[in-house]
């Protein structure tokens, strides 16, 4: 879950990057969507997987209160799908990702996310600090966060800056591929 703090970073990051498509995975209570929505450009899309629709009456609460909630794609499905399917959506490539769905599945998220990011792409990754536990938690989410931290660090096609907000959130610029 995004926290007010994280929140604001989005907001700032989207703003600074004035994105014409942005992909959330895992949408939650759709606040995080939101802070994101403050910075889409002005005819641009925010797309947002979630495979719990349960969820939805929340976050169309929540959004509701946007006047920019027509820009926002929601996708009932599971994050790797949306990845595995995007071109067919024929949305774009993505200028902006949030990945803040399953933590086990952050390193495959990050393998199909980078065909599809834009020249000047950036994906931010929540959690990457996990609660400064990673050195010695065990279980498949650290495993994966410790996966991704190291494949960050080591990717020379990735610059990256963990931001000391909430969780940790990781500022990934992928430089232009090929
Ligand atoms: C940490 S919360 C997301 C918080 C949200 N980004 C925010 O700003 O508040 C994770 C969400 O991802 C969803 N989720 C988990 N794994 C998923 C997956 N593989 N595909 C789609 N949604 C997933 C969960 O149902 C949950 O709502």
């Known amino acids: 879950m995004t926290d007010v703090h994280t929140g604001r970073v989005l907001s700032m990051v989207s703003h600074m990057l004035c994105p014409s498509v942005i992909l959330e995975l895992g949408t939650f209570s759709g606040y995080g969507t939101l802070c994101l929505l403050e910075g889409l450009g002005e005819s641009g899309r925010l797309h947002t997987v979630e495979r719990n629709d349960e969820l939805f009456d929340l976050q169309d609460e929540f959004w ?21 399917n995007w ?31 834009s020249n000047r792409g ?7 600090w996990w609660n400064g536990t990673l050195a010695e938690a065990t279980g498949p989410k650290p495993d994966a966060l410790r996966e991704l931290n190291a494949r960050l660090k080591s990717d020379p096609g990735l610059l990256t800056t963990t931001l000391p907000v909430g969780d940790g959130l990781s500022a990934v610029r992928v430089l232009p591929r090929g």
């Open 64 to 84: 509701s209160q946007s006047t920019r909630n027509g820009h926002i794609q929601r996708h009932h499905d599971m994050a790797m799908n949306v990845l595995e």
């Open 87 to 117: 071109d067919a959506l024929g949305s774009g490539a993505v200028d902006l990702a949030y990945v803040d769905a399953d933590k086990q599945g952050v390193v495959e998220q990050l393998n199909a996310l980078l065909p599809l990011m």
């Open 122 to 128: 950036w994906i931010l990754f929540d959690n990457t």
